[in-house]
C-alpha cells in the first residue's frame, strides 16, 4: 500500500501538489518519513489564514524542494492561485480495500488503517457485518467465535490494553453486543473492562489473587466469586502469565511460599519475605537491556511510546 500511495508523489516532477486526502492516509508516520525522504515538505492547515503564512514561508515552489498541500476538504476550496498551480491528487482508503465496507473502515485511525493493510483481504466482497469481525480479527485481534473461551478473551485483554490506540464505537458496540450473548459473562462488567484498562487491570488482579488463594489452600473447586477462571486449564495463560507479569499488567501475589507450586505460577506469586519493587526493577531492567539498536531503530511511534513508559518506571523504581 505505501509504494501504491507514493506513487502519486513522484521525486522532483511537481514544485506544488495538492493532495485530497479525506481518509486520512498521508498522517501515517511511514508516509510522513517516506515523503521527506524525496525532499518534500508537507503542509497541513485547515485554517487559511495559517495556510498562506506557511506557504509565503515555503516560496518559491521548485522541484528541488517540491511542497505537499494536505488537505481534508475538497481541493476547489483551497485559494484559487494555489488550486489553479498545484498538481492535484485524490486519495481515498476504497481502492486500497475494494472488498470491505467503506464506511467501517473509515472509523479506524491511520496506524489501524496501514495494520489493516498489511494483512491478507478477504477473498470475496464483505458487506457490513462481515468487514466488522475481518477488521476486529485482523487488526485488534479478536475472534468472535472464540469468544466463548474466557481465558482466550481474558488473555485478548491483556493484548488489546498493550495498544495505545482503542476501536471505535462502531466496533466497541459490536463486540460488546457478541459478548453479552455468552452466559459466562452474564456477571462480568464487559463494557467497563474493555474501555477502561484500570478497571480491566483489577478484575485481572481479582481473578488471579482468588486463583492463587484458592491454589494455596488447595481449595480449587466450585467458586462463589462473581468472576473466576481456572488458570490451571488454559495453557494459553499458563504461557503468557510471565508476560502479563513483565508489562504490568498483574502484580505478583504475596504466598508464604512457592515452593510445590507448578513452575508456570512462579512468575506470578511473590513470598512474603522478598521485595515485590526490587524484583520489579530486576525485570524492567533486564526488558530494556534486551533493546538493541537494530530494534530500535523499527520503532513505530506506538512503541516508543511503550519503551517510555517502562523507562519512566524503571526511573522511578530505581
Known sequence: ???????????????????????????????LTALVERGFDLVSE???????????????FSIEKPIIIRTEQELNELPYHLWQQGHRVQLSLHPY???????????LTPSQI??????QPPPKRLGHEGTIRFVLKEVFGIDVNHLHQTDYFLFWLSEYHHQTEP??????????????????????????????????????????????DQKTRNQIAESKAPYYVNFDESDLLQSHLANMV????????????????????????????ENVEL???????????????????????????QLAHEWAEFTMLR
Open 246 to 273: 513483565q508489562v504490568g499488567h498483574l502484580q505478583p501475589v504475596k504466598v508464604a511460599e512457592d515452593e510445590g507450586l507448578p513452575y508456570w505460577i512462579k512468575p506470578g506469586v511473590i513470598e512474603e519475605a
Open 1 to 31: 500500500m505505501l509504494d501504491q500511495l507514493l506513487k502519486n508523489f513522484p521525486k522532483k516532477t511537481y514544485p506544488l501538489t495538492l493532495a485530497h486526502d479525506p481518509d486520512r492516509l498521508m498522517e501515517d508516520e511511514a508516509v
Open 167 to 212: 476501536m471505535a464505537n462502531l466496533f466497541l458496540e459490536f463486540l460488546i453486543k457478541q459478548i453479552n450473548a455468552v452466559p459466562e459473562y452474564t456477571s462480568w462488567p464487559i463494557p467497563e473492562i474493555i474501555t477502561n484498562k484500570d478497571r480491566y487491570l483489577d478484575l485481572l488482579q481479582s481473578l488471579w489473587g482468588y486463583f492463587v
Open 97 to 107: 480495500f475494494p472488498y470491505l465496507s467503506y464506511p467501517v473502515i473509515q472509523s
Open 114 to 119: 496501514w495494520k489493516l493493510a498489511e494483512v
Open 46 to 60: 485547515p485554517d487559511p489564514i495559517h495556510l498562506f503564512y506557511k506557504i509565503e514561508g515555503l516560496k518559491p
Open 279 to 305: 524484583r520489579r526493577f530486576e525485570q524492567l531492567e533486564e526488558s530494556l537491556s534486551a533493546q538493541s539498536p537494530e530494534t530500535i531503530e523499527n520503532y513505530r511511534w506506538e512503541d516508543w511510546q
